[in-house]
């Protein structure tokens, strides 16, 4: 079945530090991915996304490149700020399936 | 205008109790969803409706009973709660039933005590 697979957290960085967070998948088909991201106290909200290999999502700084060879979908931000401590989650959806998330990884992002 | 809404936003309960919780969603999406988060974050699809018919149904305790009474709103009443039905419950629509954008609403969070 189809899965997602994110690095544990919680990730604290400093201010203008680089992010990753690793992302892998395994999936029937040909799965479209996402980044969401949940604020404190919020709901989730999309922040990026990418439907076919090689494609590059990005938004507010954040990139993510949707890699068939590596099943990856790893998120990069160059230099991370206060404001975007949050818990980010990586997801997949494929064939006639719902979106199907990973667990989380919480970052801290510090002054 | 809010895309997705929830009410209400906190609920305290106790043990046994009968409750629900309402959503609605102004952004003509034909898909709706609940999902559980618990305290690990860790987010859970519950139950998905496509113009108000059920599509998915995940294992969840015969307790939990949505009901849709129109394209815009999905309502969860949940029935006898027990401590373990205490999260954060969020409701999200999208346009299609797969592979679309869905969009949250800001969660209903629920302690029974």
């Known amino acids: 079945g189809n899965s997602v697979t994110q690095m544990e957290g919680p990730v604290t960085l400093s201010e203008e530090a680089f992010l990753t967070i690793n992302c892998t998948y395994t999936?029937?088909?040909?799965?479209?991915l996402f980044w969401y991201v949940q604020y404190p106290g919020e709901g989730l909200q999309l922040l990026l996304k990418?439907?076919?290999?090689?494609d590059k999502g990005s938004n507010k700084g954040f990139e993510a490149t949707y890699r068939k060879e590596t099943t990856s979908f790893h998120l990069e931000k160059g230099s991370v700020q206060v404001s975007d401590s949050a818990v980010y989650f990586c997801a997949l959806s494929s064939g006639n399936t719902p979106l199907v998330f990973g667990k989380g990884t919480r970052l801290s992002v510090i002054a | 205008d809010t895309a997705v809404s929830q009410t209400p936003k906190y609920l305290v309960t106790q043990m046994g109790n009968d409750k629900s919780i309402k959503c609605e969603q102004n952004l003509g999406h034909d898909t709706m969803y609940w999902y559980k988060q618990d305290s690990k974050k860790f987010l859970k699809i519950m139950f998905s409706y496509n113009n108000k018919e059920l599509i998915i149904n995940e294992t969840v305790p015969n307790r939990f009973s949505p009901k849709s009474p129109d394209k815009a709103h999905l309502n969860l009443h949940i029935n006898s709660l027990e401590l373990g039905d205490s999260a954060v419950y969020f409701c999200?629509?999208?346009?299609?039933?797969?592979?679309?954008?869905?969009?949250f609403g800001p969660g209903t969070r629920l302690t029974v005590l």
């Open positions: 999936a029937t088909g040909y799965p479209s």
């Open positions: 999200a629509s999208s346009q299609g039933n797969t592979g679309d954008t869905q969009y």
């Open positions: 990418a439907t076919k290999a090689d």
